[in-house]
């Protein structure tokens, strides 16, 4: 085991930063080899520069905003199995 006070290296501040930038390293070069890859699109607006990158993040913002809104509808009190 390791030492008390030791973060777990996941959510290590020098861990989470090396994370997100590589992560945003990932997209510039996905985005970058747009310039380079023809794609053969089914329609205009999948055929626009960076397409994949924008809808995904479109999607990924509109999952959440989804499942906030769900979990207001779907959540119970803190005591919900205490009351039986």
């Known amino acids: 085991m390791s030492e008390a006070g030791e973060k777990h290296w ?28 023809h794609g053969h699109p089914n329609s ?16 990924c913002v509109g999952m959440i905003l989804f499942a906030k809104a769900l979990g207001l509808f779907l959540k119970r009190k803190d005591t919900y199995y205490d009351d039986e």
């Open 44 to 59: 205009q607006i999948d055929g626009t520069f960076g397409f994949y990158a924008w809808y995904g993040l479109v999607t």
């Open 10 to 37: 996941l959510v290590r501040p020098e861990t989470l930063r090396l994370l997100w930038r590589s992560g945003l390293a990932v997209l510039a070069l996905l985005v970058i080899g747009d310039f380079f890859v």
